[in-house]
Structures are given as structure tokens and as C-alpha cells.
């Protein structure tokens, strides 16, 4: 794999920014095995908590691929889920974790762990215990989409800038020597700030963005696809991703490392995130479509992309981002809004 694929997120360098995102893909060792072995320079394992209710929603977790009008579609390009946690003891699941972590650092990859918020208390115990198992990196996702829908205090969202400060620093303090990733939800419209307290009060990245909830009513049965609302991610979330990606660099500063997630099919999705901010990118669903070789093909559409245009991939974070102007510093456009309605619109009769 050529060094044009090497990024960095913080102290952490990597041999490329292809992360396995947490999700059931990951929910086992061979799962994870199989994703490094696919080219992923590293492994957010499916995450946990302390709430038992979070580990058997898991027994009602269910899965529906979407195409573009909404119908169910064999492999994507869209994925609609109510999803649970990882049903293990964490002590157990870390120890797993530490053993594939250490060999992933052989070849300079990591494997995480993950939890998804319940409480304060719950959180830093757990981080507590993914240090002392000697993880390196920890993922805390203080955004699950799955929130509003869980039993109470199963899942929590924090979209509070002050109450992220406060629990990131609370994690902080339990992983003194570990990389601290802060995972944010797609669910509210002020990650800027967010991602922001989460600097601050001491977090080593910044991930984003969540999934969006949705209801996608079935035509044929005429009920709610799944039964419920969900989860729901796809190609079209990319954009808003980005969006998101370039905003939060502004807060933060183009040193604080971001990492983006949400919606990336192709190795051109990734340097679309890249050069709207991201170190890295986290893919999940299209490995549920596809399966790992997913990751390779990414990988390799990635590599092609910057060979053929002579670029790092170190080298893209951040530029169109940093590009954007304000509607208020463009010149004038002289009526190019009249290419882009139908000719009656423009019959000279009309006023
Ligand atoms: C079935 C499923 C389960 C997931 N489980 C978790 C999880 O346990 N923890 C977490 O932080 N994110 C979880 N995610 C979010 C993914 O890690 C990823 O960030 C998200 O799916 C967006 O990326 P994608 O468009 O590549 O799927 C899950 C996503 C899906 C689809």
C-alpha cells in the first residue's frame, strides 16, 4: 500500500484513514479480524454500556436496505435499523479486544473500543476498564441515533455543550495515556460547538456524524418499514457529513484532528471527507452490503484517485473547506436562476 495513503490522528499515525466503524460486522473477533485483514488501518469494536436494556435490544434489532425511491432494495445503496449493544461483560470484551489491538499494532493498526453513552457513572468505569485491559484508543459516542427510541436511560444523547464538557472530562480523566475519540450525533445542528467542548475538556478527536432517525412508511403494507422509526444513513448524507466536517474546523482549528462518518461507499466518498476536514473516515454499512472486501475496494478507488492526480491523501484535508466563501463575497450571477425553470416561467406575458 502506497505512503500516499498515511494519515495521522493526533500521536496515533496510521497507514491509511480507512476505519471499520462500530457496528454487528464488529460485534465478534473474527469480524474484526476480517476487516483488518481487508486493508482497515484500524477497528472501532461494536460498543457497549453498562444498561442491560441496551445489550438485549439487540434480540429485536432488524434490518432494511433502501433504494433511492424509498423501496426495499437488495444491498443498499441505503440501510434503515434499530440496532442494540454488545451483549458481553466488558471486562471480557476488552480482554478480547487488548489481544487484537496488540497484534493490529504490528502493523501499525489499532483496534478501539467503543461505548455508547447510558450515564456519566456507567461511562467512566467502563473507560476505566478499557485502560486498564491496555486499549489504546476509546471511542465514546455520546450521539446513538437510538436514544428517543431505547428504554429510559438505556441510551443518551448529549447535545449539551456544557454537559459534554463535564462527561469528557469525567472520560478524560479515566484514560489518562489513551487516545480519547468523542463520537457526535447527526441529531442536532450545533456539532460546531460541540466538537469544540470536546477539545477542551480534553478529547483527542472528534467524529461525526451520527445517523439521522427517519420513518419510511411501506407502501405495501402501508405500516411503517421495520415497525418502527429507525435509523437511517445512505450516499445522500455525505454532503451534509461535510458540511458539518468544514463547520467544526472553523471552531476547532485546522490542528485538531476530526475523523467523519456517515454515508461513504467509494474511495472518492473518502477523500470527499478528507477535503472537507477528516483525518479519517469511519464505514460501516456498505460492509453490511457488501462485506469486508468493501474496505479493500475503497481502499484501492482511493489510491487510484490520488496516483492519477499526483496527491497525498494528508495532503487533501481541510481544502475545500477552507475554500468556501460567503454567499455575501460572490459576484453577481446575471440571472442564471432563468436556466433553471421551466420556459412558461419566462413567457413574456408573465409578471
Ligand atoms: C447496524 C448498525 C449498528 C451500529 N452500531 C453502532 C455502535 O454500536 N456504536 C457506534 O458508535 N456506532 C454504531 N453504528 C454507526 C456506524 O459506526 C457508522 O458511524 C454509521 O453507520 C455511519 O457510517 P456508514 O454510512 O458507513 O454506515 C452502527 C451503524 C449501523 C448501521
Known amino acids: 500500500m502506497s505512503s500516499r495513503l498515511a494519515t495521522r490522528i493526533g500521536a496515533l499515525a496510521l497507514p491509511n484513514p480507512l476505519i471499520c466503524g462500530a457496528g454487528e460486522p464488529v460485534l465478534t473477533a473474527a469480524g474484526i479480524r476480517a476487516a483488518l485483514h481487508a486493508g482497515a488501518a484500524g477497528v472501532i469494536a461494536k460498543s457497549l454500556n453498562e444498561r442491560p436494556e441496551g445489550a438485549a435490544q439487540l434480540e429485536a434489532a432488524d434490518y432494511t436496505f433502501l433504494a433511492q425511491d424509498h423501496r426495499p432494495a437488495g444491498a443498499g445503496p441505503s ?42 457513572a456507567g461511562a467512566v468505569r467502563i473507560a476505566g476498564l478499557a485502560r486498564a485491559a491496555g486499549l489504546r484508543v476509546f471511542e465514546l459516542n455520546v450521539g446513538a441515533p437510538h436514544a428517543g427510541e431505547a428504554a429510559a436511560g438505556a441510551i443518551t444523547q448529549q447535545n449539551d455543550p456544557a454537559g459534554l464538557a463535564a462527561l469528557v472530562r469525567a472520560v478524560r480523566a479515566a484514560t489518562q495515556g489513551m487516545q ?41 403494507t402501508l405500516a411503517p418499514a421495520l415497525g418502527t422509526n429507525a435509523a437511517y444513513g445512505g450516499p445522500w448524507a455525505l454532503p451534509i457529513v461535510c458540511r458539518f466536517l468544514a463547520e467544526s474546523r472553523r471552531a476547532v482549528g485546522a490542528d485538531f484532528p476530526l475523523l467523519g ?75 442564471r436562476w432563468r436556466s433553471f425553470v421551466p420556459p412558461e416561467t419566462l413567457e413574456r406575458s408573465a409578471t
Do not use: C, H, Q
Not at 466488558?90 to 496488540?102: C, I, R, V
Not at 475519540?181 to 472528534?206: F, I, Q, S
Open 180 to 220: 480519547l475519540w468523542v463520537k457526535l450525533t447527526g441529531l442536532a445542528t450545533n456539532l460546531p460547538a460541540l466538537a469544540l467542548a470536546a477539545r477542551d475538556a480534553g478529547a483527542d478527536a472528534v467524529v461525526m456524524m451520527g445517523r439521522f432517525m427517519a420513518l419510511v412508511p411501506d407502501l405495501e
Open 79 to 120: 440501510l434503515l435499523n434499530r440496532s442494540g449493544l454488545a451483549p458481553y461483560a466488558p471486562e471480557a470484551w476488552f480482554a478480547t479486544l487488548a489481544g487484537l489491538d496488540a497484534a493490529a499494532a504490528r502493523s501499525g493498526r489499532f483496534v478501539a473500543a467503543s461505548l455508547v453513552l447510558a450515564a456519566e
Open 261 to 335: 462518518t456517515n454515508g461513504v461507499r467509494s474511495g472518492e466518498d473518502l477523500a470527499r471527507l478528507a477535503l472537507a476536514g477528516a483525518s479519517a473516515g469511519e464505514v460501516l454499512s456498505v460492509v453490511m452490503a457488501e462485506g469486508f472486501g468493501a474496505l479493500g475496494r475503497i481502499l484501492a478507488e482511493l489510491e487510484a484517485f490520488l496516483e492519477r492526480r499526483d496527491l497525498s491523501f494528508a495532503g487533501l484535508i481541510g481544502r475545500a473547506a477552507d475554500a468556501r466563501r460567503g454567499y455575501g463575497e460572490l459576484p453577481a450571477l446575471s440571472g
